[in-house]
């Protein structure tokens, strides 16, 4: 009689440890070797080598009392393997193509967009945004912007408030990292700031500058003055420091006027700058603390005074009783928009 190895005794006492005989169990675990039960699932080791893995509620009886009593005699071991969560790295977009200093004159130009688009009606807020989108890295299906303007009256779309909340998704569902305009600094030199770091600038035209774009273009495109205007995206500038001079690159939604070059002085009360957008892949930039670095009275304003206070953030101007009263806020950043 051959001598009764540890490995076969184990065997045995699970055997009689199972109640009702072994062919109850299933046959495809009835050649198990060893089985580990956590977190509601059976860990099982094949004889053939093989490992399956099954949910406890899903196993009959018997199965489930051989399983577990084989986990007892001979658990199986976790393996030194590991699983490793690591967070995608999405590449910066690129979006800088230009950025030079020829003496007095700096010209920066952002790539344009991939895809131009030719706006449907009067949806060029649509349209704005979805080239704002593309310099940015963020592509815009057709499918996606028909989902907007389709339940809109083309020629009056801004009459409708899911117009709006269509276009705050288009946007949002790329989840980007936008920032606003604050009235605290100037508009335009804001714009050259964020133009300087890649971000295009989304801008629009509440009163009509037909006599600044190239001729040829009045009366064949809708344009409400008013309130809505025309919606475009500023991608580039020239500015010349010396004479301050300078000009806007606009990208725009007509086939026939793409993209044109604006005069700084002609932009000047007719365009009016929104929000910028980092390209897709930038880290969101931690905001400075505000240090106040110089305090000049313009022009009292009744018992108040005005004053130009710059910062390290950009020029704000406050109405205040004194000098003091200015630096304390806007380094307290409580001044009013």
């Known amino acids: 009689m051959l001598p009764i190895t540890r490995k076969k005794a184990s065997i045995c006492a699970v055997l009689l440890f199972v109640a009702g005989p072994l062919f109850a169990v299933s046959p495809k675990y009835q050649d198990a070797v060893r089985a580990r039960i956590e977190n509601g699932y059976a860990v099982v080791l094949l004889a053939n080598g093989s490992k399956t893995m099954v949910p406890i509620d ?14 007892l005699q001979s658990p199986l071991a976790h393996g030194k393997s590991e699983v ?24 920066v130009q952002l790539v344009p967009p991939n895809v131009p ?13 979805v080239h704002w989108l593309d310099i940015a890295g963020f592509y815009v299906d057709n499918v996606d ?20 909340s269509g276009m705050e998704n288009l946007v949002m569902n790329f989840k980007p990292v936008i920032h606003d305009w604050s009235p605290k600094v100037d508009a335009f030199e804001w714009t050259r700031a964020e133009l ?29 003055g008013g309130n809505v205007g025309h919606q475009v995206v500023i991608n580039g500038f020239t500015w010349n420091r010396a004479t301050h001079e300078g000009t806007f690159h606009i990208v725009n939604s007509w086939s026939e006027l793409p993209e044109f070059d604006l005069k700084t002085e ?72």
């Open 266 to 337: 002609a932009a000047r009360g007719a365009m009016e700058v929104e929000q910028s957008l980092s390209p897709k892949g930038e880290a969101r930039e931690e905001t400075a603390k505000v240090q106040v670095t110089k305090v000049v009275l313009i022009r009292a304003v009744g018992k108040l005074n005005l004053y130009e206070v710059q910062t390290n953030n950009g020029v704000e101007r406050v109405a205040t009783s004194d000098e003091n009263a200015a630096r304390a806020m806007v380094g307290s950043g409580d001044s009013a928009d």
């Open 196 to 224: 300087r770091k890649g971000r295009p600038v989304l801008a629009s035209f509440p009163r009509e500058v037909w006599q600044d774009l190239p001729p040829g273009f009045v009366g064949k495109h809708p344009w409400n």
């Open 117 to 129: 688009r030719d706006q449907i009606g009067a949806t060029c807020m649509v349209y704005a945004r």
């Open 145 to 164: 912007i028909f989902k907007v303007i389709n339940n809109a009256d083309t020629e009056r779309p801004w009459i409708n408030p899911a117009y709006y």
């Open 84 to 107: 490793k969560v690591v967070r995608e790295v999405v590449p910066t977009k690129k979006t800088i193509a230009v950025s030079t200093t020829a003496g007095a004159l700096e010209t």
């Open 58 to 71: 899903s196993l009959k009886d018997e199965d489930r009392a051989w399983l577990t009593a084989l986990s």
